[in-house]
C-alpha cells in the first residue's frame, strides 16, 4: 500500500483526528447555525446527536478503517466480498468535493481577515463598518477567487510534501494553543455589557424557536463538525495501531470537538448582543461580530492576528483531510501516483471552489429555494451527504458487519474490556437510522 499518514504516535493519530475534526464547522458555521436556529434548543438536540450518532459513527468508520487498513473502498471489498457496498465509496468521494468547493472559500475569507489583521484594518470600526467591510468582501469576485485559490495552492503544496510530520506537528501544537485563545475570548466576551443575553441564547433552551429543520441542521452540524459519513476517518484510521482503544479515541474527538463549538459559541453571542447585531446573520456571523472583540481588547492587534492564524492553521489540518480521501482513492483503486492523484483532485477542487466563490457575486443570480450555489454546497455537504453516509455507515456496521469483526476492533482482540459495545450495536442499528430516516421522511412531507 502507498504510504500516506503513518502515525506514529498514539497522539499523533488522535491530533491528525482532531486536527480534521476542529475547522471552520466549529467556529464558524456552530455560532451561526445555532443563531438561525434558536440557540440553546439547537444546542442540546446538537449535543444529544454527538452522543448517540456521532460517536456512534465515529466508531464504526474507525472500525471499518483499521480492521482491514485500506481506503473505503477496498475496505468495503474485504470487509463483504462479493457484495456492491464498496459503491457507497463513490458518495463519499462526491461529498468530500462538495465540503471542499464550499469550505475553502471560507477559508479564503480568512486569509483576508488575516491579511487585514496584519495590516491593522480590523480595528476602530463600527459594527456598522464590520458588516459593510464584509459585504464588499463577498461582492468582489477578483478578492473572493483570489482567496480561494491562494488558500487552495497552500492546501496542495502541503499535500504534496506528504503530510506526515509536518502536518501532524503543526496540528499538535496548534490545537491546544487554540483552545487556550479560546477561552481567553471567551472570558473577554463575558465581561461585555448584556453578555448574559447572549449566555441566555446559547443555553436556555426555548423549544418553540426549533422547527423540524433546525433538527435536520443539528443533525447535519454534528455530522459535519466530526468530519463523519465521507470516509474520512476510515482513511485516517487505516493507519491506526493495533494496540489503539478506539472507543476511548472516537470519544476523546468528539468531546474535543464539541468543547471548541461550544467555547466559539460563548465567545461569539454575548458579543453578538453587546453589538447589536441580528444573531441569525448567517455565514457573515463571526466576520462581523469578531474584530469588535478584539477591538475591545488590550493588544488587540496581536490578539486578531493570532486568532486568524489560528483559524487558518485549524481549516488547514481539515481541508488536508478531505482532500485526502480523494487522493487516496486515486492512488490506491486507480493505480496513479501521488503527484497525479493531487494534480486531478486538486482540478475538481478548484472548479467547484471557484464557482462558490462567484456565487456571491457574479453568479449571485442563480438561486434555488432562495440559497445561492455556496448555500446550496453547504446545506447539500452536511444536510445530504454527510448524514446520508451516516446512515450508510450505521446501518452497515450496526446491521450488515459480522459482529466478530467490531467486539475484535471493540476490545483489541479480547485485550480490552469493550463496555462500549452494548450502546454502540444499539445507537447503530436502531437511534441513528430511525432518527435520520424519520426526519428526511418529515421534511420530504411523507409523513
Ligand atoms: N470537521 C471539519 C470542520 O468542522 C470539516 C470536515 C468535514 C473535515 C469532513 C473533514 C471531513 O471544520
Known sequence: MTKRVGFATRLGAIAAAVGSAVGLGNIWRFPYEAGVNGGGAFILVYICCIIVMGIPVILSEFIIGRSTHSNMKAALKKLSPGKKYYLFTYLCILGSFVVIGFYSVVCGWIIEYLYQAVLGNLSGHT???????????????????????????????????????????????????????????????????????????????????????????????????????????????????????????????????????????????????????????????????????????????????????????????????LSEIPITFLIEEHKMSRGRAIAWTALFTFALAVIAALSFNVLDDIKLWGKNIFDMMDYAASNIFMLLGGLFTAVYVGWILDRKVIHEQITNGGRLKGSMEPFLIFCLRYVAPVSIIFIFLYLTGII
Open 127 to 321: 459594527p456598522q463598518e464590520y458588516n459593510e467591510m464584509f459585504t464588499s468582501l463577498v461582492a468582489s469576485p477578483w478578492r473572493c477567487v483570489g482567496w480561494t485559490v491562494l488558500f487552495l495552492v497552500l492546501n496542495f503544496i502541503v499535500m504534496s510534501r506528504g503530510i506526515e510530520k509536518g502536518i501532524e506537528r503543526v496540528a499538535s501544537i496548534m490545537m491546544p494553543l487554540l483552545f487556550v485563545i479560546l477561552i481567553i475570548f471567551c472570558v473577554n466576551s463575558l465581561l461585555l455589557p448584556g453578555a448574559s443575553k447572549g449566555l441566555k441564547f446559547l443555553f436556555y433552551p426555548d423549544f418553540s424557536q426549533l422547527t423540524m429543520r433546525g433538527v435536520l441542521d443539528a443533525f447535519g452540524q454534528a455530522f459535519l463538525s466530526l468530519s463523519i459519513g465521507i470516509s474520512c476517518l476510515v482513511t485516517y484510521s487505516s493507519y491506526f495501531k493495533d494496540d489503539t482503544s478506539l472507543a476511548k479515541d472516537a470519544t476523546t474527538v468528539a468531546v474535543l470537538d464539541t468543547l471548541v463549538a461550544i467555547l466559539s459559541g460563548v465567545m461569539i453571542f454575548p458579543a453578538v448582543f453587546s453589538f447589536g447585531v441580528e444573531p441569525t446573520a448567517g455565514p457573515r456571523l463571526i466576520f462581523e461580530v469578531l474584530p469588535g472583540i478584539f477591538q475591545q481588547m488590550t493588544g488587540g492587534y496581536i490578539w486578531a492576528l493570532l486568532f486568524f492564524l489560528l483559524v487558518f492553521f485549524a481549516s488547514l489540518t481539515s481541508t488536508i483531510s
